[in-house]
Structure formats: C-alpha cells, structure tokens
C-alpha cells in the first residue's frame, strides 16, 4: 500500500510479557517518528529516526523501551516487561526529506492485563 | 512532552454551520498542521501552513498561520455528518512536533 502500515493493529498482552510493534512508513521517507497517544489525549512523541539511526529519543519513558530501524525503512519498537500503564495506540509516523508534513499509520492498539 | 493549547475541548454544532477551532503555544513554531482522527483509525493529514500569516484551504477547511507564529486556527464551513471526529493540531519546530490536545467535534444533523 501507499501509506504507512503498522502491525500488529491490536494486541493484548499480559503484565510481564514482552511486546514488538512494527512500521513500514512510506516508501523513500527517511524519517521515522513512533508517538504514544493515550485515551483523550493527542501523540506523545517518543522517538525519531533518520535513516537507520535514533537522532532522538528524548521521549521514551524509561529503558524498558526500544526501538530500532537497522535498514532505514522498517521499524519495530520494542517493550520490555509491559505494565498496565503501557496500555495506549502506538502511532507511526513518516515523513519525507524536505518537507514539514507527518503522515500517520493506523496505529497499533496495545492492552495490558 | 509538550502538548499545545487547543480550544474548544468539544463542539456540539448543527448540520450546516461553521466551525472554528484554535491552538495556541508558548513557542514559535514554522510549520501548523491540522489532523482529523477517527475512531481507531490514525490521524489524517488535512492542512499544512508554513509561513506566518499564510490561509490555506482545503475545500470547506481554511486555516490559518498566526502572524506571531505562536497560533494556528482551523475553520470549517457548512459542516456535514462526516465532519465528525477529533482535529489535532501540531507544530514543528526543527525535526519535533508537537501535538494539541484535540477538539472533538458533533455534528447533529
């Protein structure tokens, strides 16, 4: 498809468990930005790459979050002993070289019992 | 993180009238966009201003770059059903934006 595609769309997990959600962002965007948005709430950012490498990740909430882009195109975040707390959508996002305009995927709804 | 000012919370309009929605911020910003998001869906991209003073517009959606570059608003004329959802706005400033806290929009027909 033409737009960013984010699996899985939903996923429920159990406190403890270990958690991967993955993003395929537009083809030819560079970056790649992954936000958090809670019931009510607009995103939170919570990491940007350009190209392969994390060029901020200021907004990770601690170090049981990870993310990595290794070829520059698809991304996966990674959660670590999920928490009732980490229950949120996780959305995607890309956009090209030069411009100012994010394009979201549909996100990828987290629940945590 | 930084979440931007965005009025109203909500907005319970008829089928037909004209909406206006606004967001402000203590930091400049040099680029506004404005999203719709549906339910369970991602936020979609609608407008995108890049110069102060600069009204843009989208079919019945114009909005508008604050000349301070520190507001942004979004009007929607003759509203219709399908205007429901929640407008964000967001501002960037070098490679981060920042998101409003949304306006969720009625439309009563």
């Known amino acids: 498809g033409a737009g960013v595609s984010q699996t899985p769309s939903n996923k429920v997990t159990e406190k403890g468990k270990y958690v991967e959600l993955r993003c395929d962002p537009i083809?030819?965007?560079?970056?790649l930005y992954w936000y958090r948005q809670s019931l009510g709430q607009g995103p939170e950012f919570l990491i940007y790459?350009?190209?392969?490498?994390?060029?901020?990740d200021s907004g990770l909430p601690n170090d049981r979050f990870f993310a990595v882009r290794p070829e520059g195109s698809v991304s996966t975040l990674k959660i670590q002993r999920t928490e009732r707390g980490d229950s949120a959508v996780y959305l995607c996002?890309?956009?090209?070289?030069?411009?100012?305009?994010?394009?979201f995927g549909e996100g990828s709804r987290l629940t945590v019992l | 993180g930084q979440q931007l000012n965005q009025s109203p919370q909500s907005m319970f309009i008829q089928e037909g009238e004209d909406v206006s929605m606004n967001c402000t911020s203590s930091?400049?910003?040099?680029?506004w966009l404005w999203y719709k998001q549906d339910p369970g869906e991602g936020p979609v991209l609608l407008i995108a201003?890049?110069?102060?003073?600069e009204l843009t517009s989208n079919g019945r959606l114009t909005a508008q770059f604050g000349i301070t570059r520190k507001d942004s608003f979004l009007n929607i004329s003759a509203s219709i059903p399908s205007d429901v959802g929640i407008y964000f706005c967001?501002?960037?400033?070098?490679?981060?934006?920042?998101f409003g806290t949304g306006t969720s929009l009625t439309v009563i027909p």
């Open positions: 201003l890049y110069k102060a003073g």
């Open positions: 930091s400049i910003f040099n680029t």
């Open positions: 996002a890309s956009r090209p070289a030069n411009t100012g305009e994010l394009f």
């Open positions: 083809s030819g965007h560079t970056a």
């Open positions: 790459f350009q190209g392969t490498g994390a060029a901020d």
């Open positions: 967001a501002g960037r400033t070098g490679n981060q934006f920042y």
